[in-house]
């Protein structure tokens, strides 16, 4: 058994950490539904390295990887899972707990107690303090309200108590990215027998850690016609060939529905309409947002609050294009609320809507309500950074070529360009201008995301 010198023995130690978890247990917060999602090595720091080769040539599943590596980066697409992934290890963790099958003592492994931390509330403190450990002192004690918290915290970090699950580095803004980044090396330099499990976009990613890497796999064509089975026959009661419906797909589509959380978008617009089929990731989008908000259209008359199609699809724009502008993926709820109400002014003035007829305030809570974003710390984030993307893409079609190519130069304007070519008539001129300038990596992204339909070319 162990104790903190002068403050706690061992029994109180576990009673502190089973009250932190107790009321995590109650924020968990369910992703999709799929068993697994799986890893494997991928380039930069190779993961292969330090394993036995039977482990590194074969998928992981996020309990594995967890028993194999104590420092790690999960990276993948947008969607991919990753989140979903840390959730689900975060969970059973906390289960484990409560299980007994988690005790508290000397022997036992490392990375008991696990915490998750999302990365897009990352703020750099003046001082110099680590962002990081403080997140983790504030979030034990919002909770055990302990005079000796920093103490409990220097304790749990010495002796590697700790899984630490850092979700979203490409969530931190652009202007605090590098500093994260140092924080999070100094973090496992100072602390290294804590089990550590960051994830981050594929894209974004530069290996920035001298850690293992592995990457979230796409689903196989076996896993797609499953989980089509499973959604068609047991939740929509709907009796197709599921396998003729598969092989009718078009390429494009078979490949956007190897991402997990694209399929579970594809299977809410098809569910009803087998021939409403999304060509590209901007078209299948806009069709989910389309589902979505009349979806929520029937339930109006329960939210006496809620407001009107156009004004929803404005204002989620609006708030999705000012985050983009920033560099962040999330807001304050007071800068929501005043960008929300400008909004108002300018469709009154274009007469869309009557004066006076919503408030800023009424929006964001009719926005709320409908899922599309959440409010955590007095701040406002979309429910997925994609649909951030989206929205900002959404915006983007009201302004001028010029402005736009100003923002296809810009790193972090990736994802919002790609949903952009995919959203608009033709994107004959953007693979045009794009070949002219020898960007030949832009004009393929741009032919990859758009739809061929609508190309000149």
Not at 245 to 271: A, G, H, Q
Not at 441 to 455: R, V
């Amino acid at each position: 058994m162990f104790n903190i010198p002068g403050l706690y023995d061992h029994h109180q130690i576990e009673q502190i950490i089973k009250k932190y978890s107790e009321q995590k247990k109650k924020q968990i917060i369910k992703k999709w539904e799929f068993e697994q999602f799986y890893l494997k090595p991928q380039g930069g720091y190779r993961a292969d390295i330090l394993l036995e080769e039977d482990i590194a040539k074969r998928k992981l599943n996020i309990f594995e990887a967890d028993e194999n590596y104590s420092h790690l980066v999960i990276t993948g697409e947008p969607g991919s899972g990753k989140t979903s992934s840390l959730l689900k290890l975060y969970n059973q963790k906390i289960k484990e707990i409560f299980d007994k099958k988690n005790i508290i003592t000397e022997e036992n492994l490392k990375g008991i107690i696990p915490l998750f931390i999302e990365l897009n509330l990352y703020k750099p403190y003046d001082k110099g303090d680590n962002w990081i450990y403080n997140f983790i002192a504030n979030d034990l004690n919002s909770i055990i309200q302990d005079v000796n918290i920093y103490e409990i915290v220097d304790y749990l970090l010495m002796k590697g108590k700790l899984l630490i699950l850092l979700d979203g580095l490409n969530e931190v803004s652009v202007k605090d990215s590098a500093k994260a980044i140092r924080e999070i090396k100094e973090f496992l330099l100072r602390y290294p027998y804590n089990k550590v499990i960051i994830s981050a976009r594929e894209q974004d990613y530069k290996g920035y850690f001298t850690i293992p890497v592995l990457n979230m796999q796409k689903l196989n064509a076996e896993t797609v016609i499953k989980i089509i089975k499973a959604e068609f026959y047991y939740k929509f009661e709907k009796k197709i060939n599921v396998d003729k419906f598969y092989e009718r797909l078009d390429i494009r589509t078979k490949r956007l529905i190897t991402n997990p959380m694209l399929l579970i978008m594809f299977l809410s617009i098809v569910k009803e309409n087998t021939d409403k089929i999304p060509t590209n990731r901007g078209n299948l989008f806009g069709k989910f947002i389309e589902y979505w908000l009349e979806r929520e259209e029937r339930k109006a008359i329960e939210r006496p609050e809620s407001s009107e199609q156009i004004v929803r699809q404005h204002s989620l724009a609006s708030i999705g294009f000012a985050m983009q502008i920033r560099g962040e993926t999330r807001a304050s709820t007071e800068i929501i609320c005043e960008k929300l109400a400008r909004n108002l002014i300018k469709l009154e003035n274009e007469r869309i809507i009557r004066k006076g007829k919503y408030g800023g305030v009424d929006i964001l809570n009719d926005l709320k309500s409908m899922g599309f974003i959440r409010e955590n710390y007095n701040m406002i984030k979309f429910f997925h950074p994609s649909f951030m993307e989206y929205f900002a893409a959404v915006e983007l079609k009201n302004k001028n070529i010029t402005e736009t190519l100003r923002f296809s130069d810009e790193p972090n304007w990736e994802e919002t360009m790609n949903f952009y070519y995919g959203l608009i008539k033709d994107s004959s001129f953007f693979i045009e201008y794009f070949l002219d300038q020898n960007r030949i990596f832009d004009a393929a992204n741009c032919i990859i995301y758009s739809d061929p339909k609508k190309n000149e070319l």
